[in-house]
C-alpha cells in the first residue's frame, strides 16, 4: 500500500490519483490533511472565496484527516498523534509526501520511519532562487536532515532535479516525474471555446484585431505582472504593436495597481476607483476578468495570441504555462521560472524583470513567427509510470 499525504484536494494533483487508479497496478490511498478547495475557502494571495468547480475526489480512495489548520499555516497543519498506527493498519509500504511547506509533511517523516515504512518526495523547489548566506545557512542543515531520510525522490523538472543532486541525493534515488496538467481535457476545453473567440475577445472588450497579450494567475508582487503592462507601453510607444491588448485573469492584491496602470475596457469586478480615474494615453487597454475557475480558464486561452508568464524566483513552476501549451497558446516565460528550460524553447525566455526583453520576445511572436513547443508535453501518464516503477522497485528491494 502507497499512502500518498497532501495538505488538500489540488486540481493538479488530482488526475494522477484518478489515473493512477484507473490503471490499477498500485493500491493507494491518498490522505488529505484538510477540505480546503472542496467547499467554498479563502485564498489570501488570490483575495478570493472558492471552491473547484471540477469533481476532485472520484475515481480513487481518499480520506480526510481533517487537522483544523489551512494548507497556509505552518505550524498549525500538523499530524493526528496517532499516524504511525494508522500507517501499520492499512499495511503501508510507503508514505509520499508533498514538499515540505507544513509541519505535517516533517512529522511524516518520523512517523513512516517509526511504522517501518518509506518516504518519497515530490515537492516543487528548485536551484533558481539566489539564496542569502545567512538564510541558506540555517535551511540547508534542515533540508540535509529530511533529504537524507528520504528513500525515493519523484523530481519535477530539471531545475528540481539539480536541487536535489546539490545535496548529494545519489541519481538511483531520483524518479522523473514532471508537472503536468490534464492535457486532454484543457485541449477538449480549448476545442469546445474556439469557435467563440471572437465573441469572447468581444465580450471583454478586445477588439477583433489586437494583439492579445494573457497574463494569467494571481495579482501579487512574485509574478511581476507590472513588467508586462511597462512592456506593453513600450511596444505602443514604439508603433511596434500599437494594438496590443492585455487581458488578466486572475486576482490579488495588486489588482487595483495594475488597473491604475492600464486604460481598464473590462472589469469582471465591477468599478473600481482605479478604472474610473483619468487614463494616460500611454497606458495599454486592458481587461480584467478576474478569477477564472477550472471550467473557464480556458476561455481566456482562447481569447489571447499568446500567455505571458515574468515572475520572479519565487516562482517554483508555473503550471499555467502547462495550460496554455495544452491549449495551444504560444508562452513566453521568465527563466526565473521552474518550467521555463523544461517547456519552452531559450527564444521564448526572458531574464526576470528585463522589460525590453519581454517587449521583443512579445513583438517576434506578433510578427507571425509561431514558437517551437516542445515534441510532446509532459503528461499526468508520465508522472504515473513514474511511481509505478518507483513501487516496483520498492517491491523488488531485500
Known amino acids: 500500500m502507497l499512502v500518498i499525504l497532501t495538505t488538500h484536494p489540488i486540481q493538479y494533483q488530482v488526475p494522477i490519483w484518478k489515473a493512477l487508479a484507473a490503471e490499477g497496478r498500485i493500491p493507494f490511498e491518498v490522505w488529505y490533511l484538510t477540505r480546503h478547495g472542496v467547499k467554498p475557502s479563502h485564498d489570501v494571495e488570490f483575495a478570493e472565496t472558492f471552491a473547484w468547480?471540477?469533481?476532485?475526489?472520484?475515481?480513487?480512495?481518499?480520506?480526510?484527516?481533517?487537522?483544523?489548520?489551512?494548507p497556509a499555516e505552518f505550524w498549525r497543519c500538523r499530524l493526528p498523534p496517532d499516524m504511525s498506527a494508522r500507517l501499520g493498519a492499512v499495511g503501508a509500504k510507503a508514505l509520499w509526501i508533498q514538499g515540505w511547506q507544513v509541519l505535517a509533511y516533517w512529522q511524516a517523516v518520523a512517523a513512516a520511519r517509526a511504522a517501518g515504512c518509506e518516504v518519497w518526495l515530490r515537492g516543487e523547489s528548485n536551484d533558481l532562487?539566489?539564496?542569502?548566506?545567512?538564510?541558506?545557512?540555517?535551511?540547508?542543515?534542515l533540508l540535509g536532515w529530511l533529504f537524507h531520510?528520504?528513500?525515493r525522490f519523484l523530481y519535477i523538472g530539471s531545475a528540481n532535479k539539480r536541487l536535489y543532486r546539490s545535496f548529494g541525493v545519489p541519481e538511483q534515488k531520483l524518479y522523473r516525474a514532471p508537472y503536468a496538467v490534464d492535457n486532454e481535457r484543457f485541449a477538449r476545453q480549448a476545442a469546445h471555446f474556439a469557435p467563440e473567440r471572437i465573441e469572447l475577445r468581444r465580450a471583454w472588450g478586445i477588439p477583433d484585431d489586437a494583439f492579445c497579450v494573457l497574463f494569467c494567475g494571481k495579482l501579487i508582487a512574485k509574478k511581476r505582472a507590472q513588467d508586462l503592462v511597462a512592456a506593453a507601453k513600450v511596444l505602443r510607444a514604439s508603433g511596434r504593436i500599437p494594438n496590443v491588448h492585455l487581458l488578466f485573469a486572475g486576482s490579488g492584491e495588486l489588482g487595483d495597481s495594475l488597473r491604475a496602470s492600464c486604460r481598464c475596457v473590462f472589469d469582471a469586478a465591477?468599478?473600481?476607483?482605479?478604472?474610473?480615474?483619468?487614463?494616460?494615453?500611454?497606458?495599454?487597454p486592458a481587461a480584467f476578468a478576474g478569477f477564472l475557475n477550472q471550467s473557464e480558464i480556458s476561455r481566456a486561452y482562447v481569447a489571447a495570441d499568446c500567455l505571458v508568464l515574468p515572475s520572479d524566483a519565487g516562482e517554483t513552476w508555473g503550471l499555467v504555462v502547462n495550460e496554455a501549451l495544452a491549449s495551444g497558446l504560444p508562452c513566453l516565460v521568465s527563466t526565473a521560472c521552474g518550467c521555463a528550460e523544461d517547456l519552452v524553447t531559450a527564444d521564448c525566455t526572458f531574464p526576470p524583470g528585463d522589460v525590453k526583453a519581454i517587449a521583443?520576445?512579445?513583438?517576434?511572436?506578433?510578427?507571425?513567427?509561431?514558437?517551437?513547443?516542445?515534441?510532446?508535453l509532459p503528461s499526468v501518464e508520465d508522472t504515473v509510470e513514474a511511481i509505478e516503477l518507483a513501487y516496483r522497485d520498492l517491491e523488488a528491494r531485500p
Do not use: E, M
Not at 532562487?129 to 542543515?141: C, E, F, G, I
Not at 465591477?270 to 495599454?284: E, M, Q, T
Not at 521583443?360 to 510532446?376: C, E, M, T
Open 53 to 70: 468547480d471540477i469533481d476532485t475526489l472520484s475515481g480513487y480512495r481518499h480520506c480526510f484527516l481533517d487537522v483544523g489548520a489551512t
Open 129 to 141: 532562487p539566489a539564496v542569502p548566506l545567512w538564510k541558506r545557512a540555517a535551511k540547508h542543515p
Open 149 to 151: 531520510r528520504v528513500d
Open 270 to 284: 465591477g468599478d473600481h476607483s482605479s478604472a474610473a480615474a483619468p487614463c494616460s494615453s500611454s497606458n495599454p
Open 360 to 376: 521583443d520576445r512579445i513583438y517576434r511572436l506578433h510578427g507571425g513567427l509561431p514558437p517551437p513547443v516542445p515534441q510532446k
